[in-house]
């Protein structure tokens, strides 16, 4: 029997007993290991049969904890396409677009579904406050000095403290604090790059890193990346000789939302550290998991010092705070000469404030709230999508996070359709936004991380008239 027939087989009467209710939603499926006994194939060979599965909708993967009949009802939408950029290096980001989006931010009268940051009403507000005037009392003048360079050492040693969780065992004076992670990363990227260098990313992107490589003169090349997995390795590896620095985001990606696995993270760590190409991880949504345990990192598999690391409190406590980090590792001098310069000291009060917060374990009992709020509102949006938007219409299934990603039947233009959607006091992000390539004109990203209530899947399902309507 061939090994093409044999995983058709076994990937089929999997289907089959999901759809017939043989296997029930929720219901735990084998390991991989599992799959790979019982049924005398290869690891790799059941890996595929799991990915072929995610990508019909009919079964979801939780880190740490394996793979599970779906829950939802949505199995009618499948995964979006794997993307195929072309590899071609591009330095010209969408701008007008880009542009035309976020100077809707703040606006108090649109649904927000465009900004990948959560609702005000989700964070600890009240809790934060409290924080700030208790820091000002503590701190030295009242927090009107500045900061040691390398940042405030409660929070590097609270940040340290909760690398244990990922296996990244950093200490205090491995990290540098920043004004939140976009700072953390224009760092990196000054200290490691000149005008004219290339960096790879993954296809599609978050828009604001794009931006940031462009206005840096640096070329992007994007990487082929799956909804599931992440970035084609296998693409990565011929773009090598192409590249001067690469830039991941591995835990819950905006917008795709997906964790790639830890023998990627490993192996990709491995790759760039064999040619000298350092590994800038952006880490911002690593803490927003939906499985039983935090993920692991690429600097978890790091040894060499190759893979800087870069978090932030800007997606799960407090985005207008301007809270990150770097653990930069052997390339520390050289992001701190560029922190005296560019910086000097980051918002006393504030760092002060948050290391608090973490140090008194509020943020891990807000995060327990945070993530199950936000896992059940992709259930809500999977929902409202299955019922209200275009036949043919597929979502990826993140697992963890704050972004959704759409796609639309190709004739639906999301960039037209914001055009309508504005008119209606709904703001999306068109997925022209992610890439520097011609591509991704029919999805969008939806921010998950807003309260769920009646209004929103009013609001979901007018979406899905209006794309109906020009589609």
Not at 40 to 64: C, D, M, V, W, Y
Not at 88 to 100: F, G, K
Not at 395 to 417: H, R, Y
Request: charged letters at 20%; hydrophobic letters at 40%.
């Amino acid at each position: 029997m061939g090994k093409d027939f044999l995983y058709n087989e076994i990937a089929g009467n999997i289907a089959s007993k999901i759809k017939s209710g043989v296997l029930k939603a929720g219901e735990r499926l084998p390991s991989v290991r599992g799959l790979s006994r019982e049924h005398g194939i290869s690891i790799n060979t059941a890996k595929r049969i799991f990915i072929e599965l995610e990508a019909q909708s009919l079964i979801e993967s939780k880190p740490q904890s394996g793979y599970f009949v779906s829950s939802l009802n949505y199995l009618k939408l499948p995964l979006p396409e794997a993307s195929r950029p072309l590899p071609v290096a591009n330095n010209t980001e969408p701008n007008e677009l880009i542009s035309i989006v976020y100077a809707n931010m703040g606006r108090n009268d649109l649904t927000q579904f465009s900004l990948g940051v959560p609702s005000g009403n989700l964070l600890p507000l009240a809790k934060l406050k409290k924080e700030i005037v208790l820091a000002t009392r503590e701190l030295k003048e009242g927090g009107t000095e500045y900061e040691p360079l390398q940042g405030n050492v409660k929070l590097r040693r609270m940040v340290s403290a909760r690398s244990l969780a990922w296996k990244g065992n950093l200490k205090e004076s491995d990290l540098i604090t920043t004004n939140g992670c976009m700072n953390a990363l224009a760092l990196v990227l000054m200290a490691l790059t000149k005008r004219g260098d290339t960096i790879a990313l993954e296809s599609p992107c978050y828009s604001g890193i794009l931006q940031l490589a462009v206005s840096l003169g640096l070329n992007v090349l994007e990487i082929a990346t799956h909804p599931v997995t992440g970035i084609d390795i296998d693409a990565l590896k011929k773009l090598l000789p192409k590249i001067n620095v690469c830039l991941l985001v591995p835990n819950f990606n905006t917008p795709l939302g997906y964790c790639m696995p830890d023998e990627n993270k490993r192996e990709i760590v491995a790759l760039l550290s064999k040619h000298n190409i350092p590994l800038i991880e952006d880490d911002t949504y690593g803490d927003i998991h939906f499985g039983s345990e935090r993920p692991k990192c690429c600097k978890s598999f790091d040894t060499d010092g190759n893979v800087l690391w870069c978090g932030s409190v800007s997606k799960t406590l407090a985005p207008g705070y301007r809270v990150g980090w770097v653990a930069p590792g052997k390339y520390k001098d050289q992001v701190l000469k560029l922190k005296l310069v560019h910086c000097l000291s980051s918002t006393s009060v504030i760092h002060e404030a948050v290391g608090n917060f973490l140090m008194a374990g509020r943020y891990e009992n807000h995060l327990r709230h945070f993530r199950k709020t936000l896992q059940e509102n992709y259930q809500h949006y999977a929902l409202a999508i299955a019922d209200h938007f275009p036949q043919g219409t597929k979502i990826s299934q993140p697992q963890g996070g704050l972004a959704l990603w759409v796609e639309f039947p190709k004739e639906i233009d999301t960039t037209e359709l914001y055009n309508y959607t504005i008119k209606k006091h709904i703001s999306i992000a068109p997925g022209r936004m992610f890439t520097l390539q011609n591509q991704f004109q029919n999805c969008m990203r939806l921010c998950i991380g807003l309260p769920w209530a009646d209004d929103l899947r009013l609001k979901l399902k007018q979406l899905g008239n209006l794309a109906k309507m020009i589609g």
